[in-house]
């Protein structure tokens, strides 16, 4: 990467945004999704994005800002870690009840890689997942309580070529806790950091 540079010049720089807020159909046709349409993300210009959030109060639920290089995928990744009984196997020569711990994983991760893709747009790969537990069946195994969880896995991911200055609109989602109920649009700007001109040598 770094002879690649050298030659074409550092890559450009973009700044990831992406919020949540509760959605509609109101909200869905003035983002511009049409009800027949099969696609769940559209790049919507500013006025657009304005006139449909116009009046709105709901408080936006915010990812951490991120900075990625052109080429380079950037990972949001918020997971509640529990612990549970997964199996449990009795040692025939001892007689010992040995227990199998696992891990849940609950929460949500949210990808994005942007391009180049002419002086005006960039290509935008992304992909969002939300996993929450829908709740557990129990079994007794050799006198153990073995949990058995079931999680609910929504998962999107898409291309779109966006103009500077538009914001990737993404429908189908849940929020990305796993609490929230309800349907939600998350909304993601990308800006290019803009560079810094070398000071001139005095």
């Known amino acids: 990467s770094l002879r ?3 030659v074409d010049g550092a890559p450009n720089t973009y700044t990831i945004n992406a919020r ?3 959605s509609g159909a109101a909200l869905l046709t003035a983002l511009g999704f049409n009800g027949k349409s099969k696609r769940n ?3 919507i210009d500013a006025k ?12 936006a639920h915010e990812f951490p800002k991120l ?5 380079q995928t950037s990972h949001v990744l918020r997971v509640k870690q529990s612990a549970y009984v997964a199996d449990a196997k009795r040692n025939e020569e001892t007689g010992i009840v040995e227990q199998k711990i696992e891990v849940l994983n609950e929460g949500v991760t949210l990808e994005a890689t942007v391009r180049k893709c002419g002086q005006e747009r960039m290509l935008v790969t992304w992909k969002a997942q939300v996993a929450r537990s829908t ?3 129990f079994a007794k195994i050799n006198g153990t309580d073995v949990e058995l969880p079931e999680l609910a896995i929504t998962s999107l991911h898409g291309r779109i070529v966006v103009k500077h200055g538009r914001t990737i609109a993404i429908r189908g ?3 990305p806790d796993a609490e929230t109920e309800g349907d939600y649009v998350w909304l993601i700007d990308i800006t290019k950091v803009e560079r810094k001109k070398p000071e001139a040598d005095l």
Request: glycine residues 10%.
């Open 135 to 137: 709740g557990s069946e």
């Open 67 to 71: 900075s990625v290089l052109e080429g």
């Open 173 to 175: 989602l849940p929020h």
């Open 48 to 59: 657009r994005l304005s006139n449909a959030l116009a009046g709105r109060t709901a408080k």
């Open 4 to 6: 690649q540079w050298r």
């Open 41 to 43: 993300s559209r790049a």
């Open 20 to 22: 949540v807020i509760p």
